[in-house]
């Protein structure tokens, strides 16, 4: 089983659309987590850390079930640049960062 | 710019050979990554410094692979006797110990023959 598992998608919705992508890990002492952007052919970057209490920023929201080890991304109002691959992070034993292998998302005019 | 810097960007390389591949991290962030990411999957943990100190060295590194980071600055990773499973995006990333955030580079793309 992998260390962090994703929906790989694709995720096809309109403009304006509310989509949520689900992540789960394997490692019940994992710390931290995250979510991280790639565009097509870019390097990855931080979109936003996801914190016990789940956290907003703009139209992004994380949560995060220890209890079921699952961290979700929650978009709202999606945008045509919202278009990426979103890889959940999870901050494994020591300080290694364990990716999943993403899942995308396609937004349409 | 000050980002972290990786080169060479591409590298065609005939089986058998070695290539070395070098990051130029952020300058003060104190971790500096490696990862290896092929198409449809995230990016996989190679291995990580803290300053020059090589921490964690993933599992799935074979011998064929070596990392150094000499001063605690730039980083080399190595691959000897190339293979067509090498053929990735080879990724470094730093970071500073206190946020743990990662920054990329653009990555060094290796195709082997």
């Known amino acids: 089983r992998k260390e962090v598992e994703q929906d790989p998608g694709p995720f096809n919705v309109p403009e304006g659309a509310t989509v949520a992508f689900n992540c789960t890990y394997s490692?019940?002492?994992?710390?931290?987590f995250f979510w991280y952007r790639q565009d097509c052919r870019k390097e990855p970057k931080l979109l936003m850390s996801?914190?016990?209490s789940g956290n907003e920023d703009g139209r992004f929201t994380a949560q995060l079930n220890r209890a079921s080890q699952y961290i979700s991304l929650l978009i709202r109002d999606s945008k045509l640049s919202d278009s990426a691959t979103y890889l959940c992070?999870?901050?494994?034993?020591?300080?290694?960062?364990?990716f999943g292998a993403g899942t995308i998302l396609r937004v349409k005019s | 710019d000050t980002g972290v810097s990786q080169n060479p960007r591409h590298k065609i390389t005939k089986r058998g050979q070695n290539v070395t591949f070098r990051c130029d991290p952020i300058?003060?962030?104190?971790?500096l990554y490696w990862y290896r990411q092929t198409l449809g999957q995230g990016p996989e943990f190679l291995t990580y410094?803290?300053?020059?100190?090589?921490?964690?060295k993933s599992r799935l590194l074979s011998d064929r692979f070596s990392a150094e980071r000499p001063k605690g600055s730039f980083s080399t990773l190595e691959i000897q006797r190339t293979e067509q499973g090498d053929s990735a995006m080879y990724l470094c990333?730093?970071?500073?110990?206190?946020?743990?955030?990662?920054?990329f580079g653009e990555g060094s793309r290796l195709t082997v023959l």
């Open positions: 410094f803290q300053n020059e100190a090589q921490l964690e």
């Open positions: 996801v914190y016990s």
């Open positions: 992070v999870v901050k494994s034993h020591g300080n290694k960062l364990v």
């Open positions: 990333a730093s970071s500073l110990a206190e946020t743990g955030e990662l920054f």
């Open positions: 300058s003060e962030h104190n971790r």
């Open positions: 490692n019940s002492a994992s710390q931290s």
